[in-house]
C-alpha cells in the first residue's frame, strides 16, 4: 500500500487536487475511509474547513437517530462543517445500500449546486464503493441454505466446483477466501438460471480515496480508550431508553457490536466484566475486518492513499 507520512504531505497531496485541470470537474468527491477510531472524522473537518467543503457519511449505523454514543457520532467534533446522511431514519427502519446510495446522491448534488467540495467520509467500504464501481454481482439474493451447504466443501472443492460454470470477465473471484468461494459458487449458481442484474450509472466520476490506518497498537489502544468513554458517557443508559421506546433485542442485536452486547448483557446473558471484554474482542475483530475489505477495494481497482498519522 502506497503510505503518505506526514500531514505536510497530505497538504501537498490536497493542493495538486486544485491545481490538476481532469480534478476540477463538478464530479470530483473526496473520500476519507478507515477502520474504527483512526480519526476519519477529524481529517475530513479540518479538510472541509480548509477546502470550503460539506461531509458525507459513510457510517451504516450514523444514520440512525437516537444511536448516539454506541455508533461515536461526536457531532461537536464536526464544528461548523455542514455533514449529511447522519440522524435520516428511525432506529425501527432497516437501513441498506440502496437507500444510502439514492441518499448519497441528493446530498451530493446538493453541495455540488452549493459550490462546495463534498467530503465523503466513513469507514463502510461497501457502501464507498458502490458509488465507486458497479457492482451487479453483490445484488445477486443470498441463499442462506445454499450457503451452509457450501460452506461445508473444502477449498478445493470449490475451486472445482466453480471452474465448471462459465465465469463472466467482469467477475473477479478471490482464490484464496474460502468465505468467498462460497460466495462465487452460490453467484455462478444463480446466474445459471437468471440474467446478470442491472445497476444505475454511477454519479461519481473523478474522486481521490485518502486512506487512514494507524498500526495494530495504536488502533487497539484508541478503540480501548474510546470504548471506556462511550461506557463512561453512558452507553448502556442509551440502550435501556431505546427498550424503553419499544426498540426490540432482536433489532438491537441486528444493529451488531455495542447494541448486541449490552443488549445479552440487560438480558442477563452476560455479565458487566464479559460483556465489557466481548464488546472490545468484537470491535478489535471489526476494525481488522474493515481493513480487510478496504485491501479488496484495492484488489478491485480503487487506489487508495494510505496515510501515516501516527
Known amino acids: 500500500m502506497d503510505q503518505v507520512r506526514d500531514i505536510t504531505h497530505i497538504q501537498e497531496l490536497i ?71 447522519i440522524d435520516i431514519v428511525d432506529p425501527h427502519e432497516h437501513y ?46 443470498k441463499d442462506k441454505d445454499l450457503q451452509t451447504e457450501l460452506s461445508l466443501l473444502p477449498k478445493e472443492t470449490l475451486v472445482a466446483r466453480i471452474k465448471e460454470y462459465s465465469i463472466p470477465e467482469d467477475f473477479n473471484i478471490d482464490w484464496n477466501s474460502h468465505k468467498r468461494l462460497v460466495r462465487a459458487l452460490e453467484i455462478l449458481i444463480y446466474l445459471k438460471d437468471h440474467p446478470k442484474p442491472e445497476v444505475e450509472a454511477n454519479t461519481v466520476k473523478d474522486f481521490l480515496i485518502l486512506g487512514l490506518s494507524p498500526d495494530r497498537e495504536t488502533r487497539r489502544a484508541r478503540i480501548d480508550k474510546r470504548l471506556e468513554t462511550r461506557m463512561e458517557e453512558g452507553l448502556l443508559a442509551e440502550v435501556e431508553g431505546l427498550l424503553a421506546q419499544g426498540i426490540s433485542h432482536e433489532q438491537l442485536q441486528w444493529f451488531g457490536l455495542e447494541y448486541k452486547y449490552a443488549s445479552l448483557h440487560l438480558q442477563g446473558e452476560l455479565t458487566m466484566e464479559d460483556f465489557k471484554e466481548k464488546l472490545r474482542t468484537e470491535i478489535h475483530r471489526f476494525a481488522k475486518r474493515q481493513m480487510t475489505y478496504f485491501r479488496k477495494m484495492e484488489k478491485d481497482g480503487l487506489k487508495i492513499h494510505w496515510i501515516d498519522m501516527q
Do not use: W
Not at 479540518?46 to 444511536?67: H, T
Open 96 to 141: 441498506n445500500v440502496d437507500l444510502f446510495r439514492e441518499a448519497f446522491q441528493q446530498a451530493f448534488l446538493e453541495i455540488r449546486d452549493r459550490g462546495k467540495l463534498p467530503i465523503l467520509c466513513g469507514g463502510t467500504g461497501s457502501y464507498i464503493q458502490s458509488l465507486l464501481q458497479e457492482q451487479p454481482y453483490s445484488q445477486i439474493p
Open 15 to 85: 493542493e495538486s487536487i486544485h491545481q490538476a485541470e481532469e480534478f476540477l470537474s463538478p464530479d470530483f468527491l473526496l473520500i476519507i475511509l478507515g477502520p474504527t477510531a483512526s480519526g476519519k472524522t477529524k481529517l475530513a473537518v479540518q479538510l472541509a474547513q480548509a477546502m470550503n467543503g460539506e461531509i458525507i457519511s459513510a457510517d451504516s449505523r450514523q444514520v440512525y437517530r437516537q444511536l448516539d454514543i454506541g455508533t461515536g457520532k461526536d457531532l461537536i467534533e464536526y464544528q461548523d462543517i455542514r455533514y449529511h446522511l
